[in-house]
């Protein structure tokens, strides 16, 4: 190291990109010569330790947390942008596919009453009959902000019906499929969702709810709050009414009208994909957004795709929706193993890699079309 | 060294950032959103001290994430993502003032100087390891002109290269040494 650095002051350190790369850590090649020099006892060791402590106080108020929700705001923005892209021409003048790509998201507004469809910004004032219907086809989900400020998260293949301006006494939406709803609090006017079998009724809470119509079960999965679930068929002296407590998970079977209350696991990190009777292998880097707690239930609507001792069959089903393609085994005894782990955001190809990383499988692509086999 | 605080950067590094700016501009949702939760706190601190305005601030950078959304197929390729949002709100804000949304207050705003403010007292005195000179130093920081404060803030409090600083306050790589070298000049005289 250069003599001249022991005649720094605090404004020469300051000056040298590479002390400031290392002490913000930008650097780490340089930072063990950086260190044995404050360790050799320089004659301006004092200077050097306040330029550190000013690099990291300005750095700290730099990045200072602010002091407001930055998921609302980001809701404000997806609600600015989807009323924007609404009555916008890039609606029609993009080609179906690359629109359903880029919104994720087909918007039809239904008039009530009238019969035809109506593209419109804002809510009108007063009251209204306007619903809304959002349908997400295959490979794609989407987020939505309610009028009273509540966001559902709409996964692929997957319906909501909703109001532009909810009753007075309820707040009632209709789904079909999965969603995750962050609801605002409101404690006279309950939120509710109305699925094919069951009501879901929450004054201000996080939860998910799946209930496509090819499926037995109707699952509420509750991340905070509490919800009230009502079966909308409920037997003969039954009350039909279950309360959901937090990190608990009802499933309903629609066959038998059976319910079933389990505490949801514990952070589904980022277990990597493995087939079960092996060691799990490290097929890909501990993922990105590791530190991003997200439950089993909700996580794909960051984007992942998290799989807990599931069998293929079932695996591939999800991968069906969330890519749009179709997933044919060839092989039944494939079935026999389970698989635990993360998919996030990545392509399908790069999916089924590490799904052949893991297990003795290999697969062919050929548009939407794929084969898994020994 | 050895407890040294890990800054958001090095987090970040983690994350691929060409990639995640390809996946946003092929219009994937959980890139924007990305984007927008890793470089919301940096940004609005960047936004709140050129307007002295928290309310104006969160305003424009909605503006900015929905300029970026909708033209986000025409936008470039970057080569550092937080230098080039930073470049974005700059010149949203700049719109903003030249479209007379509100009055210029300082009256060479115009001619590419902002209204910069820096005050980070508060919170240095709140910390342990305050030593005077820490405090006086960034104390003096407000005898500086705008033009020097913004180039201090950017290279230090936001941790942005010369070339980047260049690319956002509009100036030459050596002019925005020179700008530094000067303003930490006259800090040291103060000393």
Known sequence: ?374 | MSEQRKTSDQRKKKVNEPFLWESFKKGQSWAFKRIYMDYYDALFNYGSRMLHSESEAKDLIQDLFIRLWTRRRSLPGIRNLKGYLFTALRSVIIDYFRAGSRQVVDSDFLSGHTNFNISAEQEIIDRETTKETETFLLQSLDSLSNREKEAIYLRYYQNLDHKEIGRIMGLRYQSVRNLIHKALRSLREKM
Not at chain 1, 26 to 32: G, H, L
Not at chain 1, 317 to 337: C, F, G, H, T, W
């Open chain 1, 1 to 374: 190291m250069n003599n001249s650095i022991d005649h720094y002051r605090i404004t020469d350190f300051l000056e040298d990109s590479g002390f400031v790369a290392w002490v913000n850590g930008n650097d780490p090649e340089t930072s063990a010569t950086w260190e044995s020099w404050m360790k050799s006892g320089p004659p301006n060791l004092d200077q050097a330790e306040q330029a550190i402590g000013l690099l990291r106080a300005m750095r700290q108020e730099g990045e200072r947390e602010v002091p407001f929700s930055k998921e609302d705001e980001f809701a404000k923005i997806l609600h600015r942008i989807m009323h924007r892209e609404l009555i916008s021409k890039d609606y029609g003048s993009t080609s179906l596919r690359k629109w359903l790509r880029v919104a994720a998201v087909i918007i039809l507004l239904l008039v009530s009453g009238t019969g035809y469809l109506l593209i419109r910004s804002g809510f009108s004032p007063g009251r209204t009959l306007t619903s809304h219907e959002i349908t997400v086809p295959k490979g794609s989900r989407t987020q939505i902000t309610l009028e009273d400020g509540s966001t559902v998260w709409l996964n692929a293949e997957s319906t909501l019906k909703y109001p532009s301006r909810f009753a007075r006494s309820v707040r009632q939406v209709e789904l079909t499929g999965e969603a995750y709803f962050t609801v605002t609090k409101s404690p006279d006017r309950p939120f509710v969702v109305l699925t094919s079998d069951v009501r879901i009724k929450v004054l201000g809470t996080s939860f998910n709810v799946k209930a496509y119509p090819n499926e037995d079960i109707i699952e509420t999965t509750l991340e905070s709050g509490l919800v009230n679930i009502e079966k909308i068929r409920a037997e003969k002296g039954e009350s039909g009414k279950i309360i959901l407590k937090p990190r608990q998970k009802l499933v309903l079977y629609k066959s038998t009208l059976n319910a079933e209350i389990t505490e949801v696991k514990d952070k589904a990190g980022t277990a990597p994909v493995a087939a079960e009777g092996r060691e799990p292998q490290e097929v890909r880097k501990p993922s990105l957004y590791s530190n991003y707690e997200t439950e089993l239930a909700t996580s794909w609507k960051d984007g992942k795709l998290i799989f807990r001792g599931e069998s293929l069959d079932l695996l591939t089903a999800r991968l069906e929706k969330s890519y749009n393609v179709n997933i044919r085994i060839a092989d039944p005894e494939l079935n026999q193993k389970t698989y635990t782990g993360t998919f996030e955001n990545e392509t399908i190809e790069q999916a089924l890699e590490a799904l052949c990383l893991a297990s003795d499988i290999k697969f062919t692509i050929e548009k939407n079309d794929i084969t898994i086999y020994k």
